[in-house]
């Protein structure tokens, strides 16, 4: 981003400030208050989050935070980001630099200016975002509306240090908290959005929010993920009554409120009960309980970030308890039909 970068915060903090447009987003009980100069970055981040909420009231608060985001009227090539939070250093470099590494983060380290932290999406050598402090700077090029997205959900998921986020979906049947557990493209969101169809509860169909200290699932509802191929009847039902066909125009993400109209308020925390873990497809439902161990274990996709609120082997540890105080299944799945009706018999008496 150049040597100056100094210089480029403080340009654009004597920029007049242009029209803004305001947001708040609430996943996983942590307030997001975006207020912006550039109305398109809200309608990423609702494509992302999820719609903003329209009233001031957001229900349960563990915490929460604010990112000022300005793009025009400021020099040229680079946007601002100010992050305030009331949790010491979260809005800082370092807590960003906690994801290097992992296969879910999407940045990688580069050179940068003295005192600045600068990083490029994978496979790129030019700087998407430097940061210093609660002063983060972006490149104005294609993509930075959703550069911006990733950074500041990277940054709620950190908010949550007594939680583990995972690449599951999660879903509530019965008031029970079932966890589905799967590879990618494995089938968890065709599955989770069944059970929401069929009138059980959605808490997230790509990530799921566990607070092990009590043993809940915490709604962390995106606009969901659905692809080509076969789905469930209520499920095709849902997408033909919000005019969506997937089929037709390929991977799209829903807001859940159009699909589940009936049920736009995400689930309040619900205990864990259940572990589901997708093995596959097969020409009719197998759904068995098993005794889980390290198979099951390894089988788990922890957000890598979850690790560093706490020692690795206290982490490791609430991983082997979660297993051992839930019902763990394995499933194949069949018929999407017949698998939504397996799975919700089977969680509704796990």
């Known amino acids: 981003m150049g040597p100056s970068l100094d210089h480029v915060v403080r340009e654009w903090e004597g920029s007049p400030p242009a029209p803004h447009r305001q947001a708040r987003f609430h996943l996983a009980e942590v307030l997001l208050d975006v ?11 609702s494509s992302v989050l999820g719609r903003p909420r329209e009233s001031a009231s957001a229900g349960r608060v563990h915490a929460r935070f604010a990112a000022r985001v300005r793009a025009r009227g400021g020099p040229d090539r680079f946007g601002h980001l100010k992050l305030a939070c009331a949790s010491p250093g979260v ?23 003295p005192a600045w932290t600068s990083l490029a999406f994978h496979g790129e050598k030019a700087p998407m975002f430097a940061l210093r402090g609660d002063d983060c700077l972006f490149a104005l090029v294609p993509g930075w509306r959703k550069a911006v997205t990733l950074l500041l959900l990277q940054r709620l998921m950190r908010l949550r240090a007594d939680a583990i986020f995972f690449h599951a979906a999660s879903v509530a049947v019965a008031g029970r908290g079932a966890l589905i557990v799967g590879p990618k493209g494995a089938g968890k969101s065709t599955l989770a ?4 169809t069929r009138g059980h509860g959605l808490l997230g169909d790509e990530h799921a929010c566990y607070v092990p200290g009590r043993n809940e699932l915490v709604a962390f509802r995106r606009p969901v993920g659905v692809k080509p191929g076969p789905r469930a009847r209520t499920s095709e039902d849902a997408l033909a009554r919000a005019g969506r066909d997937p089929d037709r125009d ?3 993400r829903v807001p859940v409120e159009e699909l589940l109209p009936a049920a736009a308020a995400a689930p309040g925390p619900v205990p864990l009960h259940a572990v589901v873990f997708l093995r596959g497809l097969a020409d009719e439902v197998r759904l068995s309980r098993v005794e889980p161990g390290r198979e099951e274990l390894a089988a788990l996709q922890p ?21 051992s105080r839930a019902a763990v299944f394995h499933l194949r799945a069949g018929p999407p ?3 939504a009706a397996a799975v919700e018999s089977v969680l509704a008496g796990a």
């Open 35 to 45: 207020d912006t100069d550039d109305p398109a970055l809200v309608d990423e981040l």
């Open 91 to 113: 809005q800082g470099p370092a807590e960003l630099m906690i994801g290097l590494g992992s296969e879910d983060f999407p940045f990688h380290l580069v050179e940068a200016a």
């Open 193 to 196: 959005l069944a059970l929401a």
């Open 250 to 252: 390929g991977m799209m």
């Open 303 to 323: 957000v890598a970030s979850s690790f560093t609120n706490a020692r690795s082997t206290e982490r490791v540890f609430q991983l082997v308890r979660l297993l």
């Open 337 to 339: 039909d017949d698998t």
